[in-house]
């Protein structure tokens, strides 16, 4: 398994009235072929940001400052004024927002944002080969294909997000970027969305899948590989293994002992909190498994 | 059809609306303590115009034509009754004309200028205040004052002001009336070509503050819509701009359809005092002089067939709105 | 609420708002002219700088003086009106909206019978029927007719205030129904009632002017209205007699403008997702773009209105 994405020297800064806040500062990190990257932090660590950035998306007040993406040998400049090619977004690297419900507009149906998300990357396709394909990926994942013609208004929650994941990775992307998927679903709807995105992983819809979220045990059971992010920086990084069960950065434990998890080990057991900024913690070296 | 059902529902809703106001047409100027024929009567005699017999003959006619002397409910049913028979009465201060001929005269003129101001001004407005949403920079900047204060002027004050300044100033384009005197309203191109030029002043009062309004509320929805997250994702997927923008013009257009409709009230009655300023023998002009001799049915004519025009203008308005927004029908239809 | 927030707008807006009061307040002082005295012939000319310096009217008063006498009574009939309304509009959206239940049903249908209807028939069908038409009554018509679309707007305000968890508490802790809409519900809806008052009284003076325009104005006292319907009467416009009614028009226009400029900067203000500029744009990040929805008043309001503002637009409100 090789290397998918390698993307370098990060740094994104938001630019606000008064003082401009470092949120991604000088982050590099790699995402192999086939796996699922877990990206955690808490609110404010920039792992968003970190997220948006690799999507292609960040647009003021966020300024990418420097930082490439090399995906396919292909290196493309993420800093300054670089021109990020339009037909990137969704083919190469796809995004799968937080909070599905307002992603698509109130007032038309699924199947109309299928085929403007095919016809911007293919301009001779008819709206009939495009539905058509996305009926199949639909059926493919479990999904029935009357989604397409329903507004957004009339789908559940959990529904709206797995059509939402589908849309994303209509282009069969070869990252997708999914930012706090499962945070506003139900447990049952979580188990089913996470199952879905393996089984698209091991379809090769997408070679490779980077997952933001503060919920730490979601991770646990979808990811491979868990990054942490403190402050703007990626204090932690290792197999997922590892990482819940021997973590050996201070933050990574804090993180990790702040976690309530209904299991009889930790019956009895005080959870710490963890104070806003803890120096000790920020200096602390990254560690790299 | 859930369509089917909304339209339904929003022309009943209409019909009783109508109703209402029709009672309340009846009612209000019949509130006034005191016999209003009498008042009037009173007042043409006082004016010295009219002789006893005469004024006897006129006291009998709308005693009769009221029904004054019978109970209120009857004389609902008799105003009910003529209604339906398109008859609107007849009027106090041009007796013995009838008030439907008035209007019948007046109307065409209003509508000459109040339609196409309506229509052009929504397309253009709407269109400008998309434009400068895109745009941004110097042409958003300069397009939103200018809007802000053409809609903040009365749509009168801007019409007494080309008035004075391209009319009476300037002496570009006439001051005053429908035509030239001396001519006759026909459908010919001569006299078309004449009325024209009375028609711009007006017109352009009326359009021009019509578009400054629709560009600010449009310009507002277009920013709020540009930061919505479909369009955030639409781009995350590289969508190209241009479809994103139909989306977004459709979202925004959705509360500028609600507007529409009280911006027709406004324009309306806007209207009015324009045809005034230009003493264009449009409704306006005839409202006033109505007022000026307290002629009660033909005020209360127009009166009416001013609700009339503005609950037409809503419904379309609802019913257009419905058919873009599906979450207006299934919320009025009960679906969800 | 910084004085950072305001901008370059704001001071422009309450700059004219604060002249046109100190016109209708202290001008009278000022210009002592009495505003029923002849002072000159039928429409004579402006000449420096006395009680002509804005030359005289049709039947010869000052007109200097009728309009800062003028600007008076309109402000005063807008204030009255607009407050009236306001209040009335207030009240009746906060129980409906609090309440639900079959008042929030009754009072709702009134209220959407009474936006449906246009305002302006009703005030002309009373105002014509009025035995005597003086300021107040006319404020009062004014009033009591134009509270319909605030009661809209802050009813579905208040529907969704109702099912925030503090309110819960307050009920909890044996709060009564008055109380609760005081203290645990009015607070919200402050910044809109400010914006929502400002628009009434801009909508209530430009009522009057259109009344009196129409010949259905207060008996007796100068206003703005009220000179222009001499001026069209007298067909000043044919006569060039310009002073007669531009000063009028110009001051009324002012009024109104300011008002709307005031009441759409105090928006911007209420609502950062619809500035814009650089300087907007990081304010709105820093804030995290976190609000409330645009509420009604917003610059999509007073739209193509000049005239009349019958109803702002509801950014969505309806849903």
């Known amino acids: 398994m090789g290397t998918l994405v390698n993307a370098e020297n990060i740094r994104g800064v938001y630019y606000t009235e008064g003082k401009d806040v470092v949120a991604v500062n000088d982050v590099s990190i790699k995402i192999e072929e086939g796996e699922v990257l877990g990206l955690a932090g808490e609110s404010g660590s920039g792992k968003t940001t970190l997220g948006s950035i690799i999507s292609l998306i960040a647009r003021p007040p966020l300024h990418v400052e420097h930082g490439t993406l090399e995906i396919d040998g292909q290196v493309q400049e993420l800093g300054g004024h670089a021109k990020i090619p339009r037909t990137w977004r969704g083919a190469v690297v796809s995004m799968l927002p937080q909070g599905a419900m307002n992603s698509v507009s109130p007032t038309k149906r699924i199947r109309h944002l299928v085929y403007d998300v095919m016809r911007s990357h293919d301009s001779k396709i008819s709206k009939d080969e495009a539905l058509d394909r996305a009926r199949e990926r639909l059926t493919t994942l479990g999904l029935p294909a009357r989604v397409l013609d329903a507004y957004p208004h009339q789908l559940s929650g959990g529904m709206k997000q797995r059509t939402v994941t589908i849309i994303s990775t209509l282009l069969n992307p070869r990252l997708l970027v999914a930012d706090e998927p499962t945070s506003a679903l139900d447990v049952t709807s979580q188990k089913i969305l996470i199952e879905m995105l393996l089984e698209m992983l091991e379809k090769r819809i997408m070679s490779g899948v980077i997952f933001v979220t503060h919920d730490l045990p979601v991770l646990r059971t979808a990811a491979n590989r868990i990054a942490v992010m403190y402050e703007g920086r990626i204090v932690e990084l290792g197999p997922t293994e590892i990482m819940v069960e021997r973590p050996e950065h201070p933050y990574t434990q804090a993180l990790m002992s702040s976690v309530l998890a209904p299991e009889p080990a930790y019956a009895n057991t005080r959870i710490e909190g963890m104070s806003t900024f803890d120096r000790s913690l920020f200096d602390a070296p990254a560690v790299i498994h | ?336 | 609420m910084s004085l950072r927030g305001l901008s370059l707008r704001f001071w422009v807006a309450a700059t004219l708002v604060a002249f046109v009061f100190l016109v209708a307040l202290v001008g009278p002082l000022i210009v002592s002219t009495n505003p029923d005295a002849t002072v000159g012939g039928l429409y004579e000319e402006p000449q420096c700088c006395g009680a002509l310096i804005l030359g005289a009217d049709n039947e010869g008063q000052s007109v200097i003086s009728n309009l800062v006498y003028g600007t008076r009574t309109s402000l005063i009939v807008g204030i009255i009106a607009g407050l009236i309304g306001t209040a009335i509009g207030l009240l009746v959206g906060l129980v409906a909206g609090y309440r639900g239940g079959w008042v929030d049903d009754v009072l709702s249908a009134i209220v959407n019978v009474g936006l449906a209807i246009p305002v302006i028939v009703i005030v002309i069908l009373v105002s014509v029927s009025l035995p005597q038409r003086n300021l107040y009554t006319l404020a009062l018509v004014i009033g009591f007719t134009g509270w319909f679309w605030v009661a809209r707007a802050v009813r579905a305000q208040s529907s969704s205030i109702r099912t925030r968890e503090h309110i819960d508490v307050a009920k909890l802790s044996g709060a009564g129904f008055w109380s609760i809409l005081r203290r645990d519900v009015l607070p919200y809806l402050l910044s809109y009632v400010v914006m929502a008052g400002i628009l009434q009284i801009s909508s209530a003076i430009l009522f009057e002017s259109t009344l009196s325009m129409l010949g259905l104005g207060a008996s007796g006292t100068t206003s703005l209205g009220t000179m222009l319907y001499w001026a069209i009467q007298w067909g000043s416009v044919r006569t060039g007699a310009w002073w007669a009614f531009i000063p009028p028009t110009l001051m009324l226009t002012l009024i109104v403008f300011s008002f709307l400029l005031l009441q759409s900067s105090l928006n911007e203000v209420f609502n950062p997702r619809l500035r814009r500029g650089r300087a907007a744009r990081k304010k709105a990040a820093k804030e995290g773009t976190e609000l409330e929805t645009p509420i009604e008043g917003d610059d999509a309001g007073p739209v193509g209105s000049g005239g009349f503002l019958e109803t702002p637009v509801s950014a969505g409100q309806d849903r």
């Open chain 2, 1 to 336: 059809m859930a369509l089917a059902k909304f339209l339904g529902r929003k022309v009943a809703w209409t019909l009783v609306v109508f109703f209402v106001a029709l009672l309340l047409n009846f009612l209000l100027p019949r509130i006034i303590p005191g016999n209003p024929v009498d008042a009037i009567v009173g007042g043409l005699a006082r004016g010295g115009g009219t002789g006893g017999e005469q004024l006897e003959q006129i006291h009998q006619h709308y005693m009769q034509e009221f029904g004054l002397d019978k109970p209120l409910w009857q004389q609902f049913f008799i105003y009910i009754g003529n209604l339906l028979q398109g008859d609107l009465g007849t009027s106090f201060g041009s007796y013995p004309a009838s008030v439907g001929s008035l209007i019948s005269q007046a109307l065409p003129w209003s509508l000459a200028i109040q339609l196409p101001a309506i229509l052009i001004g929504w397309i253009v407005g709407n269109l400008l205040g998309a434009l400068a949403a895109f745009k941004g920079g110097w042409l958003d900047r300069g397009a939103f004052i200018g809007s802000l204060f053409l809609s903040s002027v009365p749509p009168f004050a801007l019409a007494i002001i080309l008035l004075f300044v391209v009319g009476a100033q300037l002496g570009l384009l006439p001051i005053g009336g429908a035509y030239s005197f001396g001519l006759t309203p026909e459908f010919s191109l001569a006299f078309f070509g004449d009325a024209i030029t009375y028609f711009w002043l007006p017109f352009w009062s009326l359009v021009l503050v019509f578009i400054g309004g629709q560009a600010v509320g449009m310009r507002s929805m277009a920013i709020y819509e540009l930061g919505s997250d479909y369009v955030n994702y639409n781009r995350g997927l590289g969508v190209k701009e241009g479809h994103t923008i139909r989306y977004i013009f459709r979202n925004a257009m959705l509360p500028q359809f609600t507007g529409l409709a009280l911006s027709i009230a406004a324009i309306v009655t806007g209207g009015l005092i324009v045809e005034l300023v230009f003493s264009y023998p449009g409704l306006g002009t005839l409202l006033f002089s109505a007022i000026g001799t307290n002629d009660y049915p033909l005020i209360s004519a127009i009166t009416l067939l001013i609700t009339i025009a503005v609950l037409i203008a809503n419904l379309a308005a609802d019913v257009l709105t419905g058919v873009i927004d599906p979450r207006i029908r299934a919320a009025e239809t009960g679906e969800r």
